[in-house]
C-alpha cells in the first residue's frame, strides 16, 4: 500500500516563502545600488570631463545597463537583474522621482519672476515655442499612419510632437547659464525668462492632449471640467497655506500634499504629473516647502529617484535598432527638424526685439536646450499611449542630442564679439 505523501511542515512552507522574498528583495535593493552608483558615475564623468550636463550621463548609464549594451554582452545577467517584476517596482520608484520633480520644477518656476522682463520673455516664448510646434505637427502628418499606436488620435499625436519640439529645460538652462557665466547677462536673463514661461505653456498644452486623448467626448469633458474645479479648490488652497504658520514638519508636509495632488489628476484620467506640476505652480503646499525643504526634497529626488527614472528609459531603448537606415534618417530629419524650429523662432524673435546676431544666435541656441523637461514630457506621451517604441527612442535621443550641443555651440558662438545689449523692453 502506498504511502500518502507527507504535507510540507508549516514552518518549512514559511521558510521557502521568506527565502524565495529575501531573494527578490536582495535582487531589488542590488538593482537600486547599481542604478544609483552607475548614474551617480556617470553624470560625475559627464559633468567633469565632457562639460556636460549630468543628465547626459546619467542617462547613458541607464542606456549601458539596457539591452543596448549589458543586454548583449551578457543577456542572463542583465535579465536576472531587471527580471520583469522588479523593472515594474523600479518604475513605481522612478515615477515618483518623476512626480517630486516636477513639482520642484514648477516650484521653481513660480520663484522666477519674469515680469520685469515685460514683453520681451512673452514674445521669445511664443516664436520660439510656436514655430517648432508646427514644424513637429507637419512631422507628426508624415510619421502617423506608420508610427502612431493603434487608439491614438491625430490631434494628440501631432500636439505631443509639438510640445516635445517646443519645450525647453528651465533647469539645465540655468546649469548652463551658471556655468558659461551668462546667468546675470542680459542674454542669458532673458533666455531663462523665455524658458519659464514657455514650460509653463508646454505643461498645459500637455494636459489638453491628455484630454484628447479621452475614450469619448463625454470623458474629456469630464476631465476638462474636474482638471478645472481641481485647479480653482488648490489656487484656493494655496491662497490659505501662505497665511498659515510655518510647520516643523515641511518636508511631510510638502511629500503629502503633492502625492495628493497627483493622485487627483490621475484620478481624472490625466496623469500624475500635472496635479504635482499644478500644487508647485500655484504654491499650494505653502511656507512647508520653503527653501530649505526643497533642498532636502530635491536633494532626494536627485540622488535616488530621478536616476531611476533614466535607467527606466535606459531599459526601453535599443540603440541597435537606430543603426537602421530609415530609423536612422528618420532620426536625423527629426535632429534637424527640432534645431531648425527651435533656433531660427529664438534668433527671430531676439533680432525683432533689437539684439544683435551674435547675442540673437545665443539666445537660439540657449533655448534650444531640452534637457530633463523634454524626457519627461516623453514618458508622459508614451503612457498616454502617444508613442511607439521605435519613435519614443528616436525623441529620446533627439533630445539628448540638443542638449548636449547647447554648450559647445555657446563656446563658438562667444568667439564672436557680441554686445549683448537688449535695446527693447
Not at 103 to 128: E, I, M, T, Y
Not at 145 to 166: C, D, M, Q, R, T
Not at 239 to 258: E, F, M, Y
Not at 310 to 320: E, N, W
Request: charged share 10%; hydrophobic share 55%; glycine share 10%.
Amino acid at each position: 500500500m502506498a504511502e500518502a505523501p507527507v504535507p510540507a511542515h508549516p514552518t518549512s512552507a514559511r521558510s521557502s516563502a521568506s527565502g524565495a522574498g529575501q531573494g527578490t528583495d536582495g535582487r531589488m535593493l542590488l538593482a537600486l545600488a547599481i542604478c544609483a552608483g552607475a548614474s551617480w558615475l556617470g553624470g560625475t564623468l559627464c559633468r567633469r570631463l565632457l562639460r556636460q550636463p549630468e543628465l547626459i550621463g546619467q542617462l547613458a548609464a541607464g542606456i549601458l545597463l539596457g539591452p543596448s549594451v549589458f543586454g548583449r554582452l551578457a543577456p542572463d545577467a542583465q535579465q536576472w537583474l531587471f527580471a520583469s517584476d522588479l523593472v515594474h517596482q523600479i518604475d513605481v520608484l522612478a515615477q515618483l522621482g518623476v512626480v517630486l520633480f516636477v513639482f520642484l520644477l514648477a516650484h521653481d518656476l513660480a520663484g522666477h519672476n519674469v515680469r520685469g522682463l515685460g514683453v520681451a520673455a512673452g514674445a521669445v516664448s511664443a516664436v520660439s515655442a510656436v514655430l517648432p510646434a508646427l514644424l513637429g505637427a507637419l512631422l507628426a502628418w508624415w510619421l502617423y499612419p506608420e508610427y502612431a499606436p493603434p487608439g491614438a488620435s491625430f490631434p494628440a499625436f501631432a500636439g505631443l510632437i509639438g510640445v516635445v519640439f517646443g519645450v525647453t529645460a528651465v533647469p539645465v538652462l540655468g546649469a548652463i547659464l551658471h556655468d558659461l557665466r551668462f546667468a546675470d547677462r542680459p542674454v542669458g536673463i532673458l533666455a531663462l525668462g523665455s524658458a519659464v514661461v514657455t514650460d509653463a505653456l508646454c505643461w498645459a498644452a500637455m494636459a489638453a492632449i491628455a484630454a484628447m486623448q479621452a475614450e469619448s467626448l463625454a470623458s474629456s469633458f469630464l476631465m476638462v471640467a474636474g482638471a478645472a474645479v481641481f485647479i480653482a479648490a488648490a489656487a484656493a488652497t494655496a491662497r490659505w497655506s501662505r497665511a498659515a504658520a510655518p510647520d516643523n514638519a515641511g518636508l511631510a508636509i510638502t511629500v503629502i500634499v503633492v502625492l495628493l495632488g497627483a493622485s487627483c489628476t490621475a484620478f481624472l484620467g490625466l496623469h500624475p504629473i500635472l496635479g504635482a506640476f499644478v500644487i508647485g505652480v500655484l504654491g499650494v503646499t505653502g511656507r512647508a516647502a520653503q527653501s530649505s525643504t526643497a533642498d532636502r526634497l530635491r536633494d532626494l529626488t536627485r540622488v535616488l529617484l530621478l536616476p531611476l527614472f533614466f535607467v527606466t528609459v535606459g531599459l526601453r531603448l535599443d540603440i541597435a535598432g537606430l543603426i537602421d537606415p530609415g530609423m536612422a534618417g528618420l532620426l536625423a530629419v527629426a535632429f534637424l527638424i527640432a534645431c531648425a524650429g527651435k533656433i531660427a523662432g529664438a534668433t527671430t524673435a531676439g533680432r525683432l526685439l533689437g539684439l544683435r546676431w551674435p547675442d540673437a544666435l545665443q539666445l537660439g541656441a540657449l533655448l534650444n536646450c531640452r534637457g530633463v523637461t523634454d524626457l519627461v514630457v516623453i514618458e508622459l506621451g508614451y503612457r498616454l499611449g502617444l508613442l511607439t517604441l521605435p519613435l519614443y527612442a528616436i525623441l529620446v535621443i533627439v533630445a539628448v542630442l540638443t542638449t548636449t550641443m547647447t554648450a559647445p555651440l555657446m563656446h563658438l558662438l562667444t568667439r564672436s564679439k557680441s554686445s549683448d545689449v537688449l535695446v527693447a523692453h
